[in-house]
């Protein structure tokens, strides 16, 4: 299935069913009024949604309408708990490398994450308000995964019974801001604005066989003012999401709605490109001792979109967004 929200006024927006051509839709409210709903209660509900997205297939679903992205909110406009990992061990070693810091400890075998902010996710055509370019812009392209109820202390298998959805990412940064608030240690709090997601989240056999062991075997096309900075493949996640949700329920349960993010999608082979700037930046700087390429600026767009190996449209829709300058904050640079 693919899931939608469609802006209706109410914070948690409207539960919509996608066609597999992404052409079509129709409204899924009488099953479930929103996704978190019907999250809440998956296993009553999902026979219904799946019954729906059958007729919505077939042709014989009633009140179908086209589908309009630019309706769309996030598919969780809000969610009881959003984790981002770095279960992409090259992105994080690039980091180093390039900045001269200590390697995290343990960093290869325990996967880290950071809790964010879950309160007000962005829709993937959402102009994206910063208050000034000088707190180093940008964009960090990953994938996610939703989950039911988890029980705490799972285990990795358990865990992979829990996942429900699969989520594409833009997990907005603020690079100066991120630089201090690293060595408060007490983690993001400034440096992370609102998360944005692609239209869709899909159940994992809407992807086939690019779900396997937990990860997503995608590339993640990335643009900047049409230009392409990589299209990394999800493949290469050291942890995958299961080792990802074990770790976050270890001492605690999490609730249905939670979603965990992969980290930056990032891959060994240079040829791939990269999912952020800072890492485009961080290879500059290890291989011409300089960092060029800028963080964004005000009327940047950015786009991704997550595609097949056979050069197919991934299910979960395209993120375009601009970057803007946030209202009443029109001072100086």
């Known amino acids: 299935m693919r899931l939608a929200t469609y802006r209706n006024g109410s914070p948690d927006g409207g539960l919509v069913i996608v066609s597999r ?18 999250l809440r209660n998956w296993q009553q509900v999902e026979p219904a949604l799946r019954r729906l997205a059958e007729s ?3 042709g014989s679903a009633a009140d179908v309408m086209a589908f309009d992205p630019t309706r769309c909110l996030a598919p969780l406009p809000r969610a009881p708990q959003w984790l981002d990992g770095s279960a992409f061990l090259n992105h994080g070693r690039l980091m180093d490398v390039a900045f001269n810091k200590p390697p995290i400890p343990d960093f290869d075998t325990i996967p880290v994450m950071y809790q964010g902010a879950s309160d007000d996710f962005l829709g993937p055509q959402a102009d994206v308000p910063f208050v000034t370019e000088a707190d180093g812009i940008d964009f960090e392209g990953e994938f996610g995964v ?9 285990s990795p298998e358990q865990a992979a019974q829990r996942i429900r959805l699969l989520v594409q990412i833009n997990d907005w ?8 608030e690293v060595r408060t240690g007490f983690g993001f709090l400034q440096a992370k604005p609102s998360t944005s997601f692609a239209p ?15 990860r997503l075997d995608m590339a993640l096309h990335v643009h900047r003012n049409g230009e392409r900075i990589g299209a990394a493949s999800g493949r290469e996640m050291a942890f995958s999401f299961p080792q990802l949700i074990a770790q976050a329920a270890r001492t605690r349960r999490l609730t249905a709605g939670t979603i965990h993010g992969s980290g930056t999608v990032s891959n060994a082979d240079r040829a791939a490109g990269s999912s952020c700037l800072a890492e485009v930046r961080a290879i500059e700087m ?6 060029r390429t800028p963080f964004l600026r005000f009327g940047d767009e950015v786009t991704m979109q997550a595609c097949f190996a056979d050069g197919r449209g991934g299910p ?12 009443g904050t029109d001072r100086p640079e």
Do not use: H, K, Y
């Not at 290890?286 to 960092?291: L, N, S, V, Y």
């Open 200 to 214: 869709m989240a899909v159940t994992p056999d809407e992807v086939g066989d690019a779900w396997r062991d937990g």
């Open 56 to 58: 919505l297939e077939d």
């Open 173 to 180: 940064s603020l690079r100066a801001v991120g630089a201090r």
């Open 286 to 291: 290890i291989e011409r001792g300089e960092a």
């Open 146 to 154: 939703i989950v039911d109820d988890v029980p705490m202390a799972v």
């Open 316 to 327: 979960f829709g395209r993120i375009a967004q601009r970057v803007v300058r946030a209202a």
């Open 21 to 38: 051509d992404q052409a079509r839709a129709c409204n899924a409210s009488a099953i479930a009024p929103d996704l978190l709903t019907a």
